[in-house]
């Protein structure tokens, strides 16, 4: 897994997309959340950010698709220190025409799966 890029501000630009947090499963507190937007002076670069908050420390892995092909995926999990929450921050190609961007975390110990897609 790389390490997740590191980016001025977390507070994005006017062109992010972000999706409001998605249920992960009935009855579940977990919920899961997709942020696009271009990279700051280069708009031929997408940031896409994935989040998951959970009510465990259980180990997750990951899948980003865009356009329908793997383009990351790795472990992680959810830190105390950030309400037992990971994020995943990854760079993208912007093609021309819509970019459709998928983030899926499946719980490694409970299999509960969190799925969450975007077109910008």
């Given at each position: 897994m ?7 501000g977390?507070g994005g630009n006017?062109t992010?997309?972000?999706k ?6 009935a009855?579940?507190?977990?919920r899961a959340k ?7 002076d280069?708009n031929?670069?997408?940031l ?5 908050w959970s009510d465990?420390?259980?180990?997750w ?8 092909e793997?383009?990351?995926e790795g472990?992680a999990?959810g830190?105390?220190d950030?309400?037992l929450?990971f994020?995943?921050?990854r760079t ?6 819509a970019d ?12 509960e799966?969190?799925r969450?897609?975007?077109?910008y």
């Amino acid at each position: 897994m790389s390490a997740p890029i590191a980016f001025a501000g977390d507070g994005g630009n006017a062109t992010d997309v972000q999706k409001d947090r998605d249920t992960c499963g009935a009855g579940t507190p977990t919920r899961a959340k997709l942020k696009v937007g271009t990279l700051e002076d280069n708009n031929s670069r997408l940031l896409v950010v994935g989040t998951v908050w959970s009510d465990d420390d259980d180990v997750w892995e990951w899948r980003m698709r865009h356009n329908g092909e793997l383009s990351f995926e790795g472990r992680a999990r959810g830190r105390e220190d950030v309400d037992l929450a990971f994020r995943v921050s990854r760079t993208m190609i912007n093609w021309d025409g819509a970019d459709d961007i998928v983030f899926r975390a499946e719980n490694l110990r409970t299999g509960e799966v969190c799925r969450t897609a975007l077109s910008y």
